[in-house]
């Protein structure tokens, strides 16, 4: 990973790696609604994200991935802090998409208390010339956006049993949200007997893999279906290490297609409104819940905060009891054994 604090602690399973929009995604209402009053209590918007960044520190790295420039997203942070608006901050800051990565440098309390914000212009990971020429020597044939940091991330949770987690609601996030564009379909496409699949358009590709995984029955769709089955496609789909979030829109959304053809199997979730939290911990829990290896790995304080009190019971208050209750049978049969 790109955060040197992250580099320390990925020796074991049961980290996450969260990357989110901000607009529509992360800050949940546009600046025309904060002038007004929203359904959305902010306050508790922002305490339950800071709750989930706490709870989850040295377990899950966050970064923000948005189309704004650097100044667009630091004006956009003061007008919140006017408004005592306390989002909390990054590990990391992607601006336009992709262009230029910032590592945070300082904390929120130096922000929101002593007005310092804790990313420079001047202190890139990487400029984005840099980025390009990486970019390039991976072959990665979208070019620089937000899908380039997210795919560098899979590489990484697939080798040590982690996740990515990515949220978005634009059409901007939509390389980033599509699980196709984290398999490497040119090594399917080689030995395929239906190229005319992989020369669809993405919007096509998504149709076919929704009739596919749907049990849709025709005579292509059958096709693909067995060919899928047998040379792996379906289970890498399936296996991937992601899970992609949309935030619901009041519009249309342009990642429609997206959800309906992966939502079947679980890697695509529709996120509410102010449910940023809320929805990143339930993807947690799911995942957990399905991998023994993952959920071994995680921190003490993570999985409880992701299971709850639950899981304190199970894992201290039962073998607790059973503990007692088999030194009482002992000492029972002991006092037994004297009298005989």
Known sequence: MRIPVTDCICFRAGKVHLYSDFDGTYLPVAKEELKQKTNINLDVYCRENSELLEKTKGNLDFHISTGRNFDSFFKMMEFLKQKNIH???????????GSDEFIKTGSDKDFYEKDIFPFSE??????????????KNLNMKYGLNKLFDVKKSIKDAIKNKDIVIVAGNGSNDFDMLNPLNYVDLKKYEEKSENKEFFRAKTHK?????????DGVSSE???RLRREFEANGLIKELKELPLYCIIAKNSGKSDLKPIFEAFSSVGKIVEMERGE???????????????????????GDVFKKYIFGKNLY???VYVPAIVGITIGAACLIYRLNKKTV
Not at 122 to 128: A, C, E
Not at 205 to 213: G, R
């Open 220 to 222: 292509y769709i059958n």
């Open 122 to 135: 001047t202190k890139t990971f990487k400029t984005k010339e840099e980025r390009s020429l990486e970019c």
């Open 87 to 97: 989002l909390p901050l990054p590990d990391s800051l992607i601006t336009e998409n």
């Open 276 to 298: 940023w939290s809320k929805t990143i911990r339930a993807v947690i829990k799911r995942h957990a819940k399905n991998s023994k290896e993952f959920k071994a790995g995680m």
């Open 313 to 315: 019971h199970r894992y």
């Open 205 to 213: 590709k998504l149709e076919d893999i929704k009739a596919v995984l």
